[in-house]
């Protein structure tokens, strides 16, 4: 039976891997995901997770962040970067709703990906 499943995101530096490829797999169940960052205003990915520059040790190095090798290995695979690039067409993805415990508790099913914050 399709659901809808809310998925509550940061407004910004949100893993793509951990909330596209889980996006991707729902939809192909057949469910609908909606997106709920705290504002209601667009959320953003780490944009370091989808580019890899600066996740090298000498990346804050300047000349040098555009040097990748570890960072290759680090950031956000082909698989998920592609799904984010269909999350973001997605019209789930762009009719954002503000996050408050009533609209969680509203909804019968939600997923919460893993949010890391960085430093910087």
Not at 31 to 46: E, I, K, N, S, T
Not at 75 to 100: I, K, M, Q, T, V
Request: glycine residues 10%; hydrophobic residues 40%.
């Amino acid at each position: 039976m399709p659901r809808t499943i809310l998925i509550p995101i940061p407004n910004h530096d949100f893993d793509p891997s951990e909330v596209a490829v889980p996006w991707k797999i729902l939809r192909s169940a057949g469910h609908r995901v909606l997106f709920a960052p705290p504002d209601g205003r667009q959320g953003y990915p780490d944009p370091i997770m989808l580019s890899d520059i600066g996740l090298d040790p000498w990346g804050w190095i300047p000349g040098l962040k555009e040097l990748r090798v570890i960072g290759l290995m680090l950031r956000a695979d082909a698989n998920a970067r592609a799904a984010y690039g269909e999350l973001e067409r997605d019209a789930g993805f762009r009719a954002r709703r503000p996050r408050s415990f009533g609209t969680l508790v509203r909804r019968r099913a939600f997923f919460r990906p893993t949010i890391c914050r960085h430093a910087g």
